[in-house]
């Protein structure tokens, strides 16, 4: 069955850090993914679209890198700011090309 | 402002009750969506729609209807049959199957 896993568990770091946060499929053969921000209570909010001939995107303090051989994406964010802190999900469009299909999301957390 | 409208920010469901979610877009984009989160949970799809006049069942469709008279709204029924409406539901459109743009959510609970 198809499926999209990220961490589940929460990511801590220290403002100034990298942030790495990873989304592993199964099942997929995506012909792009993306990336999503999520604010508590809030709905999500686009923020990059890899394609799968592309092995890198940046967009400011973000850089997506999509390595279709193993079926992974990582998402970073350079520089971290407590602003940063919130729930980033990765999407995918199922085989039939129908649907756009969510992972469950990873919580970051920015300390100051 | 260009965007999507969901509406209202709260509802409440007494048991046995229909209850309609309100989602409207002025970003003239073809497709709309629905989608359920729970509480730590990511986004379920529930219905979508491509085209007005034309909508399809998501992966948890059971215990809700829709309909897309307009290319602008996209209404979402959460009927009684649907045993545990309480979650955050998320109306979203697209430009084709592209990138995404949500609206703020609609927080249903039950009395």
């Known amino acids: 069955s198809q499926k999209i896993e990220q961490n589940s568990e929460a990511l801590n770091i220290q403002e100034g850090k990298t942030a790495t946060l990873t989304c592993n499929y199964t099942?997929?053969?995506?012909?792009?993914l993306q990336w999503y921000r999520q604010d508590p209570g809030r709905g999500p909010v686009f923020l990059l679209l890899?394609?799968?001939?592309?092995k890198e995107k940046r967009k400011e303090r973000l850089k997506v890198t999509f390595d279709t051989t193993l079926k992974q994406s990582l998402f970073h964010i350079t520089a971290s700011q407590p602003a940063d802190s919130a729930t980033y999900l990765c999407?995918?469009?199922?085989?039939?090309?129908?649907?756009?299909?969510f992972g469950g999301g990873t919580r970051l957390m920015v300390k100051p | 402002d260009g965007g999507i409208t969901q509406s209202p920010k709260y509802l409440f469901r007494k048991e046995g009750q229909n209850v309609t979610l309100s989602c409207e877009q002025n970003?003239?984009?073809?497709?709309m969506y629905w989608y359920r989160q729970d509480p730590g949970q990511g986004l379920r799809l529930i219905y979508y729609?491509?085209?007005?006049?034309?909508?399809q069942k998501g992966d948890i469709a059971e215990g809700y209807s829709v309909s897309r008279e307009k290319k602008e709204s996209f209404p979402l029924t959460v009927t009684s049959a649907q045993k545990n409406p309480t979650a955050f539901y998320l109306c979203?459109?697209?430009?084709?199957?592209?990138?995404?743009?949500f609206g703020a959510g609609t927080r249903l609970s039950v009395l």
């Open positions: 890899i394609r799968e001939n592309e």
């Open positions: 729609s491509q085209i007005v006049n034309d909508f």
């Open positions: 979203a459109s697209s430009l084709a199957k592209n990138i995404q743009y």
């Open positions: 099942n997929y053969s995506p012909a792009y």
């Open positions: 999407a995918l469009e199922n085989n039939a090309g129908n649907m756009l299909t």
């Open positions: 970003l003239n984009h073809d497709a």
